[in-house]
């Protein structure tokens, strides 16, 4: 399973943005599909994810304000962030679980948040 990430960029606090993960390959395989984000000097962490049964998780930190969606027909999983504060500044990752137990990751993408 290969992923590219886009969408991040500079946003200002309050605003939207939204990042787009674009899967190719053996995408059947995958059941879990996630959002993470890594600050400088912080770990990774979930933000969301999205099963195969549409059903979604989010961290606390982001509830009310991130929507994680699939697209099917464009193997793509989105991240909509509303709403934007300077905290959500950071590195965003896609991810994809697949059923052998293997998580793949895309490349990452930047989202700096101006106050």
């Known amino acids: 399973v290969q992923l590219q990430a886009s969408g991040g960029g500079l946003v200002q606090a309050g605003g939207s943005l939204r990042l787009s993960c674009a899967a190719s390959g053996r995408i059947i395989s995958v059941y879990l599909w996630g959002w993470y984000r890594q600050a400088p000097g912080k770990q990774r962490e979930l933000v969301a994810s999205i099963n195969n049964g549409s059903i979604t998780n989010y961290a606390d930190f982001v509830k009310s304000r991130f929507t994680i969606s699939r697209d099917n027909v464009e193997n793509t999983v989105y991240l909509q962030m509303d709403i934007v504060k300077p905290e959500d500044a950071a590195v965003y990752y896609c991810?994809?679980?697949?059923?052998?137990?293997?998580?793949?990751w895309g490349q990452g993408t930047l989202v700096t948040v101006s106050s």
């Open positions: 991810s994809a679980t697949d059923g052998f137990g293997r998580t793949h």
